[in-house]
C-alpha cells in the first residue's frame, strides 16, 4: 500500500506545472553558462591562472568539460534549494488547502504511511533535478568541450586531479549534493506539516536557509558551537571529493550531520501530522 501511495503522489508532482520550472531553469542556467565559457572560457581561464605561470607551465586544454562542470556545480549548486523547496513545500500544504487531505485519510492506509510516501515522492523528484543537472553539466559539458585533466583551485592552493581520477569524485560529489538537498526536501516537506497554504513552507524554508547561511558566514564568537551542527554548513560538502587527498572523515562527518537532520524533521512531520486536525 506504501509504495502504491508513493507512486500517486508522484504523480501528482508530474501533474503540477510547478515541478517542469525546475527542470526547464537548470537547463536555461546551465546553457547559458556553456553558452558564456564556449565564447569567453579561454581568457576566463587565463585571468585565474596568470598568477600561477611564473611557477608552472600548463599544457593541455584547461578549459575542458571536467572542468566546465565543476564551474557549473559551484555557480548552482545554492540555487537548486528553492526549485527544491518550490515544489515539496506544496506536497501537504496543499492538500490541507484544496481539502483533499481528508479524502486520503479515508483510504486504508495509515497517516505516517501517507506522509513517508509524500517524503519518498519529494527524495524521487529531488534526485530527479540532481540526475538532470549532472546530464546537462557533466555529459553535455563533455561532448562540447571535451575530457581531460581538472584544475581546481581551493583555499590550499591549487589541485590539479587527473583525468581517470575524476568520474567516481565527480559521482561522490553529485551523491553528497543530493543528500544535501534531500535535506531541504524534508525541511519544506515537515513545515508544509504545520501550514494550510503553499507559499509559507516554500518561503519560510529559504528563509531558513539563508539564516542558517548568514550564521555560518558570520565570525562571531557564539556561533561556533552551533555552526558545525546547521545542515547548511554542510551543503558545500561535495566540494571534498576533489580535494588532494580526501578529507573522508569531514565527508563522513557531514554524511551524519545531513542524516541526522532528515531523520529529526521527518520525525517531527509524523508526530505532528499524526495528531493534526483535518476536520476544520
Known sequence: MLWNSVYNEFIKITAKPRSYLG???????????????????????????SSFEQTLTFQGELLNGNLVAF?????????????????????????AASGTIRMLLTKPISRTQLLLSKFIAGAVYTFCLIIWLGIMAVIVGKLL???????????DGLVILQEQDVN?????????????????????????????????PIVLTMAIII??????????????????????????????????????????????????HQVLLIGLAVYHFNKKDITS
Open 168 to 200: 567516481w569524485r565527480y559521482a561522490g560529489g553529485f551523491a553528497v549534493a543530493f543528500l544535501a538537498l534531500l535535506t531541504v526536501s524534508t525541511l519544506s516537506i515537515c513545515l508544509s506539516c504545520f501550514s494550510n497554504n503553499s507559499i509559507g
Open 23 to 49: 527542470l526547464l531553469a537548470i537547463t536555461v542556467l546551465v546553457g547559458v553558462i556553456l553558452f558564456a565559457l564556449k565564447v569567453d572560457g579561454k581568457s576566463m581561464i587565463a585571468f585565474v591562472t
Open 145 to 155: 568541450f571535451g575530457s581531460g585533466d581538472l584544475m581546481v583551485l581551493n583555499s
Open 211 to 260: 539564516l542558517f547561511t548568514i550564521i555560518g558566514t558570520l565570525d562571531v564568537k557564539i556561533f561556533d558551537s552551533i555552526r558545525p551542527f546547521l545542515f547548511t554548513t554542510h551543503m558545500a560538502s561535495w566540494r571534498s571529493f576533489f580535494e588532494e587527498p580526501l578529507p573522508t572523515a569531514e565527508i563522513i562527518k557531514s554524511l551524519i550531520i545531513l542524516l541526522a
Open 71 to 95: 564551474i557549473i556545480l559551484q555557480m548552482l549548486i545554492i540555487h537548486i534549494p528553492l526549485l527544491v523547496a518550490l515544489v515539496t513545500g506544496d506536497l501537504v500544504s496543499g492538500e
